[in-house]
């Protein structure tokens, strides 16, 4: 059933070491962005969010920071494991609406 | 501890036939999402429901029908399938939307027209 993300970019870490995926966004009126992880043949699982009115947020090793300046969102994995492999979205929303814009995802591929 | 849950969850068409999938949660939730996810591409939303009876039409509604007869359900028609509806299909909910929500995901429906 594998049938996604043929096509993404992809960033390869070696086990241990830190992950930063990238994403940058359009619209300057989101106000609240998701990170999801979406492991092969599974639905997008919930990891971490921010609203915009701040510039970092933490959660158990990842750390999602914003530049609402430049329009980026960035997710970083502490000591990355091979469970961490999957491809990872992130996703904006605008106030006042219901609706989730995501992006097109980046692979993360963990290496011994 | 279902969650949200797709039916069926692979299914080949061929062009012009119907179809209905089926997406059941068992969280209360208000609201009820449907995406396609494409190759190389991101979820994107087809249609929604904030709740029992209502619908609403996401990014790409076109071709598609839905249906929220009961708080649970959300169900997802197609009434003349197109081999441009080949896709995998994600069923999503949420109690409410925005910050403090979580949106979950169910297992995905692989649909292929042929």
């Known amino acids: 059933g594998e049938s996604v993300g043929l096509h993404l970019p992809t960033l390869s870490v070696q086990e241990g070491d830190n992950s930063i995926i990238n994403c940058a966004y359009s619209n300057s009126a989101s106000d609240y962005f998701i990170w999801y992880k979406q492991e092969s043949g599974k639905g997008p699982q919930f990891i971490i969010d921010?609203?915009?009115?701040?510039d970092k947020r933490q959660g158990q090793r990842v750390t999602v920071l914003l530049n609402k300046t430049v329009k980026h969102l960035s997710l970083q994995i502490a000591a990355t494991q091979p469970g961490d492999s999957a491809v990872y979205f992130c996703a904006e929303n605008t106030y006042n609406t219901d609706k989730l814009i995501f992006g097109t995802g980046t692979r993360l591929q963990v290496f011994p | 501890n279902a969650g949200v849950t797709q039916t069926p969850k692979f299914r080949v068409l061929k062009t012009g036939q119907s179809m209905t999938l089926l997406c059941a949660q068992d969280?209360?939730?208000?609201?009820m999402y449907w995406y396609r996810q494409d190759p190389g591409m991101g979820l994107r939303l087809i249609h929604y429901?904030?709740?029992?009876?209502?619908?609403a039409k996401g990014e790409v509604p076109d071709g598609y029908n839905v249906s929220r007869l009961k708080k649970q359900n959300f169900l997802l028609g197609l009434e003349s399938a197109a081999p441009s509806q080949t896709s995998v299909y994600f069923c999503?909910?949420?109690?409410?939307f925005g910050p403090g929500n979580t949106i979950y995901f169910g297992e995905g429906s692989w649909l292929t027209v042929v």
């Open positions: 429901s904030v709740g029992e009876g209502t619908t």
């Open positions: 969280m209360n939730h208000e609201y």
């Open positions: 999503a909910s949420s109690y409410r």
């Open positions: 921010i609203r915009s009115n701040m």
